[in-house]
Each structure stands twice: as C-alpha cells, then as structure tokens.
C-alpha cells in the first residue's frame, strides 16, 4: 500500500500526507484503501495561471471534437491540443510559443490515415 501511494504521489506530483497513509492490513486479510486527489492550480499571476482555453466556442459548456480518421485527407494531420492555434481544431504551431512562455510541454495530437 505504500508502495501505491508513493506512486500516485510521484505520478500527481504532490506529496500524500501521513494522515492519508494507508494503515497495514491484519495478518490474512485483504484491506480497501481509498485516496482523493484533488488538483489545486497555483496561486500565481503568469499566463500559465490563466485558462488554457481563452476564445474558442466559450458558448460551450465542453468543447469537443470528433475525426474520422478514414475521413482525413492527409496521411498525417496534426490537431491543437493547447487551444492557441488560430487554425483550430488543426495545430499551426503556437504551442511552441506557448511552451516557451509557461514552461507547458504541450504538443499536437496526431492522427495517421
């Protein structure tokens, strides 16, 4: 059990309180262990605090997109997955602008034919 929670500690990138340690299960039983994780952003005024999604179809409750990719008409398409793109839903590169200015690695989603 700890083993799982230094893991999802490693994996969500926050330390897990001993409190929310698991306690060692008695000789012979299996034990069910439960963990909440919940995402906080950080309390700072860089763009990387602001939304990821400024413009794009804020009438939305969700935005969501689907390709079919037997529908595509290049072999390779490229699809913006840091909202900044002014080609969207296609990637035209300004995740690199993007990245540079928020320390983000965000990338395109590519599709193959």
Same mark, same amino acid.
């Given at each position: 059990?700890?083993?799982?929670?230094?893991?999802?500690?490693?994996?969500?990138? #926050?330390?897990?309180?001993?409190?929310?340690?698991? #306690?060692?299960?008695?000789?012979?039983?299996?034990?069910?262990?439960?963990?909440?994780?919940?995402?906080?952003?950080?309390?700072?005024?860089?763009?990387?605090?602001?939304?990821?999604?400024?413009?794009?179809?804020?009438?939305?409750?969700?935005? #969501?997109?689907? #390709?079919?990719?037997?529908?595509?008409?290049?072999?390779?398409?490229?699809?913006?997955?840091?909202?900044?793109?002014?080609?969207?839903?296609?990637?035209?590169?300004?995740?690199?602008?993007?990245?540079?200015?928020?320390?983000?690695?965000?990338?395109?989603?590519?599709?193959?034919?």
């Amino acid at each position: 059990m700890a083993a799982l929670a230094n893991g999802l500690s490693a994996f969500c990138g #926050v330390a897990i309180p001993a409190e929310a340690a698991p #306690v060692s299960a008695r000789a012979g039983r299996s034990q069910r262990v439960s963990l909440a994780v919940r995402a906080e952003a950080a309390e700072t005024t860089t763009a990387s605090s602001a939304p990821i999604n400024p413009s794009i179809r804020k009438d939305s409750d969700k935005v #969501v997109d689907t #390709v079919q990719a037997d529908e595509l008409s290049k072999p390779l398409t490229a699809y913006c997955r840091c909202w900044r793109s002014e080609t969207f839903p296609l990637c035209n590169g300004a995740h690199v602008k993007h990245n540079k200015e928020t320390g983000d690695n965000v990338g395109p989603l590519l599709l193959k034919k």
